[in-house]
Nanobody
Framework: VQLQASGGGLVQAGGSLRLSCAAS????????MGWSRQAPGKEREFVAA????????YYADSVKGRFTISRDNAKNTVYLQMNSLKFEDTAVYYC????????????????WGQGTLVTVSS
């Protein structure tokens, strides 16, 4: 599986961005997908995840109500709509394919994209 994240950039606080993650290789629609982020000097942290049917979504408390994860299995793409962005959302955002286990744990994901940088100016 290859994952290609895009959509990052520079945005003012309060603004919005939509990240995309295009998947190729194995059957995309069969797997849960997630987004994580890593800010400078910090550990990677879970952001959001979605089941393969889009029935259930999961969010970190820090982004709940502001970010929305979705997917289009016909396009092999998962999205992260980010609204009301804050300075502390600045990070490299990574998409990943879930293998098994908790949607929140990094160990549950076996393929990661290269990351896309989101910079929020205060």
């Amino acid at each position: 599986v290859q994952l290609q994240a895009s959509g990052g950039g520079l945005v003012q606080a309060g603004g919005s961005l939509r990240l995309s993650c295009a998947a190729s290789g194995r059957t995309f629609s069969a797997y849960g997908m997630g987004w994580s982020r890593q800010a400078p000097g910090k550990e990677r942290e879970f952001v959001a995840a979605i089941t393969w049917t889009s029935t259930t979504t999961y969010y970190a408390d820090s982004v709940k109500g502001r970010f929305t994860i979705s997917r289009d299995n016909a396009k092999n793409t998962v999205y992260l709509q980010m609204n009301s962005l804050k300075f502390e959302d600045t990070a490299v955002y990574y998409c990943a394919k879930r293998r098994s286990g908790s949607f929140y744990g990094a160990d549950s994901y076996d393929y990661w994209g290269q990351g896309t940088l989101v910079t929020v100016s205060s």
